[in-house]
């Protein structure tokens, strides 16, 4: 497929952050963009961000759980 150029501007904090994105999961600037453009369109973003939505209320008593006892006092009191 043939490649068409695009630009942008955008603040530097927001290149800067693309960049280290596209530079961890190994992918050019440019592939890496036209992956986050694919998978908005598609409609893929919407549903996982649906999917973690309803995960997250369906299990929060859990979450709640564990992070109220990482913080109850541990061992006993001197007497």
Known sequence: ????QLGARVDQDVADL???????????IG????????DDASGLRARAVDAATRFL???QAVFDEAEEAQQAP?????A
Do not use: I
């Not at 497929?1 to 068409?4: D, E, H, I």
């Not at 693309?18 to 050019?28: F, N, P, V």
């Not at 592939?31 to 694919?38: I, K, S, T």
């Open 1 to 4: 497929m043939a490649k068409t």
């Open 18 to 28: 693309a960049k280290k994105r596209a530079a961890d999961l190994g992918l050019s």
């Open 31 to 38: 592939d890496y963009l036209a992956r986050l453009v694919q």
């Open 57 to 59: 209320a369906e299990h």
């Open 74 to 78: 541990r061992g006993g009191r001197a």
